[in-house]
């Protein structure tokens, strides 16, 4: 029994041996990426608590704008917010950076620089850039002096409504009332509407008497130079061109009707009608009969209306509807 008891203890310790050298072997082989097998594992070393731990590329974003003319912002998407972070700052790669320019004080975007080169501004949103993280990254906006813009105000009296309307340096149409900054060089057309049996009396322009523009009373139209307003008076009276209308053979003009700021209103055949107001006709033919062509002034009118029972058009001088 003596002798039994010294050789199973040897036995017991031997293999315990073995089981901590084929542990340790096991720890070693994966912290090198491989399996007890010696396949590849895929990932990162393992990190002090025993897990796998992903290693990011991350990258410097430098941003700024040339001269510090106008402020600039720059974001990223964290947890579904923009957030916004500082030049300099570290982002991890295939991180999608906004930088956004604030454009004030008549400043427009000339070009971006990204990394040393030229980047073209966009079309639809010019003072933003958005860029995907490849590499550091080093951004600068550059801007320059846009064309002057001045505020135009329209002032307007009693009996009648004012309206000013341009195509802005984009070619958007644009109408308004009141004030509104407006670039150098734009072409402005102011219409003042007078109410029911009124009439324009005087245009101003800062403060001095001006000529309304052709033959219409109702417009004055002028080239923007320097900060302006333009204000028109009223004066009772009735002005504008006369609008008759008719109807051939085998049918009538069941409604004539202006569209004045005031609403809608009937009016008869020989009316004077303001100048730059939308009018509109219905016609009804005779049973078994349709609408075959309007006439202005003895031109048929645009295709579209052929074949219509309603016309609408704006007055312009002197029309005859038929």
């Given at each position: ?53 992903q290693e990011t590329q991350m990258y410097k974003v430098n ?7 106008v402020n600039m912002q720059a974001t990223y998407p964290k ?77 307007k009296g009693q009996g009648g409504s004012i309206e000013g ?158």
């Amino acid at each position: 029994m003596k002798r039994i008891l010294p050789l199973m203890l040897t036995l017991l310790t031997m293999l315990l041996t073995a089981l901590i050298g084929t542990a340790q072997e096991s720890a070693a082989t994966n912290y090198m990426g491989l399996t007890a097998t010696g396949a590849r594992v895929t990932g990162a070393p393992i990190g002090a608590e025993g897990a796998l731990r992903q290693e990011t590329q991350m990258y410097k974003v430098n941003f700024s704008v040339a001269d510090g003319l106008v402020n600039m912002q720059a974001t990223y998407p964290k947890d579904n917010w923009d957030t916004q972070f500082n030049s300099g700052d570290e982002l991890p790669a295939g991180t999608e950076v906004t930088f956004f320019v604030f454009l004030e004080g008549g400043y427009e975007m000339d070009h971006w620089v990204v990394n040393g080169n030229e980047v073209a501004p966009g079309e639809d949103f010019p003072q933003r850039l958005q860029w995907t993280l490849t590499e550091d990254l080093t951004v600068q906006a550059v801007v320059k002096m846009g064309a002057a813009k001045y505020k135009i105000t329209l002032e307007k009296g009693q009996g009648g409504s004012i309206e000013g309307k341009y195509v802005d340096e984009e070619g958007y149409n644009i109408t308004f009332d009141g004030e509104k900054d407006i670039q150098e060089g734009i072409e402005l057309s102011v219409r003042a509407t007078p109410d029911p049996n009124r009439m324009v009396d005087k245009w101003y322009y800062n403060g001095n008497e001006v000529t309304p523009t052709g033959d219409d009373p109702n417009l004055y139209v002028f080239n923007v130079t320097e900060e302006a307003t333009v204000y028109v008076t009223f004066k009772e009276g009735q002005s504008g061109y006369v609008v008759t209308y008719s109807a051939g053979e085998h049918g009538s003009i069941e409604k004539a009707e202006v569209y004045l700021p005031s609403g809608i209103e009937s009016f008869e055949s020989g009316e004077a009608i303001s100048a730059g107001l939308n009018v509109k006709f219905t016609a009804q033919p005779d049973k078994g009969y349709e609408v075959d062509q309007w006439y202005v002034n003895d031109q048929p009118a645009e295709s579209y209306y052929a074949g219509k029972p309603e016309f609408e058009t704006m007055v312009e001088g002197k029309m005859d509807i038929r």
